[in-house]
């Protein structure tokens, strides 16, 4: 399935995959403010066999079929401190 990628200008690492090109009409208005600014990044062909890097394949799949859109979230930060108080060994 052809895929259209933006991305936010206002939040780093937020995007958001389109099924039709500049075709935002599926978005929820609030949604779709949320990212501010959106650049075009690139055009993508996923399918079932294809490995992203971030996200489950599936999903997006789904997603886009079923609602038109899918949004991929920026990763979750765990500050260092914490990586280091839950590692540590007693």
Do not use: C, W
Request: without cysteine.
């Amino acid at each position: 399935m052809q895929s259209y990628i933006y991305k936010s200008l206002k939040k780093a690492e937020l995007y958001l995959y389109l099924q039709k090109k500049d075709d935002f009409s599926a978005i929820p208005e609030p949604l779709l403010n949320s990212f501010g600014k959106i650049e075009f990044v690139m055009e993508l062909d996923i399918t079932p066999e294809r490995i992203l890097a971030r996200e489950d394949t599936a999903k997006v799949l789904s997603s886009l079929e079923k609602k038109g859109f899918f949004v991929q979230m920026p990763p979750t930060v765990i500050p260092n401190a914490l990586l280091l108080k839950n590692n540590k060994l007693h």
